[in-house]
C-alpha cells in the first residue's frame, strides 16, 4: 500500500504562487510516476503534471505550462507541485497520485490522496 498526504493549499490572489507538498510513504519501490491531478466543481479530474520515478522526466498539462513545475525531494519523501503566476481559472482540489503499471504498461493501479483546495480569487 501506498499512502499520500497533501499539503499547501489554500486562498490566494490572481498573480500569486502556492506550493503543494504531498508526502508519500508505504510500498513506494514499484511506483512508476508520481502526479498531480486537480478537479473543478462540475468537471472531470485532469492531469496538472506528472513526474517519471525512473528518469525524473516531467510533463505538465498545456493550461498550466510554464508556471507549474512538478519535482519530487527524495530526502524528504515528497512529490511537489509549484504554482506559479495562479489564475481564477486554476481554482480546484488538488490530487496527489502515485501509479504503479505492469504488463507492459497494459494495467494500472492509482493510490490517491485526500485532496487540498486551491482557491484562487480575481
Known amino acids: 500500500q501506498v499512502q499520500l498526504v497533501e499539503s499547501g493549499g489554500g486562498l490566494v490572489q490572481a498573480g500569486e504562487s502556492l506550493r503543494l507538498s504531498c508526502l508519500v510513504s508505504?510500498?513506494?519501490?514499484?511506483?512508476?510516476?508520481w502526479g498531480w491531478y486537480r478537479q473543478a466543481p462540475g468537471k472531470q479530474r485532469e492531469l496538472v503534471a506528472v513526474?517519471?520515478?525512473?528518469?525524473?522526466?516531467?510533463n505538465v498539462a498545456d493550461s498550466v505550462k510554464g508556471r507549474f513545475t512538478i519535482s519530487r525531494d527524495n530526502a524528504k519523501n515528497t512529490v511537489d507541485l509549484q504554482m506559479n503566476s495562479l489564475k481564477p481559472e486554476d481554482t480546484a482540489v488538488y490530487y496527489c497520485?502515485?501509479?504503479?503499471?505492469?504488463?507492459?504498461?497494459?494495467?494500472?493501479?492509482?493510490?490517491w490522496g485526500q485532496g487540498t483546495q486551491v482557491t484562487v480569487s480575481s
Open positions: 497520485n502515485a501509479r504503479f503499471t505492469w504488463a507492459a504498461g497494459t494495467r494500472k493501479k492509482d493510490y
Open positions: 508505504g510500498s513506494i519501490f514499484n511506483i512508476n510516476s
Open positions: 513526474i517519471d520515478n525512473n528518469d525524473d522526466s516531467t
